[in-house]
């Protein structure tokens, strides 16, 4: 993502600070003691095999980008000046702000391809992108995404068609008002991708929320946790979380992984930063 394109879309004016400690902190594969983690590093992270399923999302972003359809979109999260306000947006403005960048997409790609979940729960559809990226990694896992705006999530069904992803569930709706139903008809949850909601308390709520139903190797991950400085200190505590035994800082994603068997370990990993 161009480095001033991610400084319009954040939030934090401190951004270049927390991003020299992030450089002086990140460690490559050298200073990864965990068998665990530096495989993770190795298959996922720092992998860079391209998988046939990149081209036709590839393909889909750039007719996005270049579309002159609009959307009626409702902004739920942190997003915008204010809540349940609906609006009237072109596709591509979207595309081109809030669609996953192709590096991070590969990257959910990897780690889904990786972990192999039996389900996938992803809060925050947009137009789709992520949700692809994720659903063409493990096409015989359930796959629900919810989107707070009943006119994006709609237009994201017609991508998932055009992919023939027609199996992803759709839950639309503020999510303080589906997330219950949704949890309700869980039995467990080893996949979540956050990225619906940018603010610190409604993150933390969600993460506690879906904590009691994680499996044993399920794992979580937070898009822009340094969106803000809400946003950092959500993840400040949520890596404190004592069930979260093994957690991964790659700058702007954070991984949780909720694995049993692994002793309590923070990383602070190199990969992808917006100035690269």
């Known amino acids: 993502m161009p480095c001033l394109l991610y400084f319009r879309r954040v939030k934090n004016l401190l951004l270049p600070i927390d991003y020299l400690v992030y450089q002086l902190k990140a460690k490559g594969p050298q200073g990864i003691h965990s068998p665990f983690v530096f495989e993770l590093y190795n298959k996922v992270i ?68 990786f972990m192999q979940p039996r389900n996938i729960i992803e809060m925050g559809t947009s137009l789709g992108i992520s949700t692809l990226y994720q659903y063409k990694a493990c096409p015989d896992a359930k796959l629900i995404t919810m989107e707070g705006s009943r006119g994006t999530s709609t237009f994201a069904g017609i991508n998932f068609k055009i992919l023939q992803a027609d199996t992803i569930r759709r839950v639309v709706g503020d999510f303080a008002e589906t997330l219950p139903e949704v949890i309700k008809n869980l039995s467990f949850v080893d996949y979540v991708f956050f990225d619906g909601n940018h603010r610190k308390e409604a993150t933390i709520e969600y993460f506690h929320q879906f904590l009691p139903f994680a499996s044993e190797n399920a794992v979580f991950v937070f898009d822009d946790i340094r969106w803000s400085q809400g946003m950092k200190e959500a993840w400040e505590e949520i890596i404190k979380e004592p069930k979260a035994t093994v957690t991964v800082d790659l700058f702007s994603i954070g991984l949780v992984f909720l694995n049993r068997a692994q002793k309590k370990q923070d990383f602070v990993l190199r990969y992808y930063t917006p100035f690269s």
């Open 46 to 113: 720092a992998g860079s095999a391209m998988y046939y399923e990149f081209i036709p999302i590839e393909h889909l972003r750039e007719r996005l980008l270049h579309t002159k359809e609009t959307i009626e979109v409702t902004d739920f999260g942190a997003g915008g000046k204010s809540t349940g306000i609906t609006q009237t947006r072109k596709v591509k403005h979207i595309a081109r702000k809030s669609a996953i960048p192709a590096k991070e997409g590969r990257l959910l790609f990897r780690l889904v391809n």
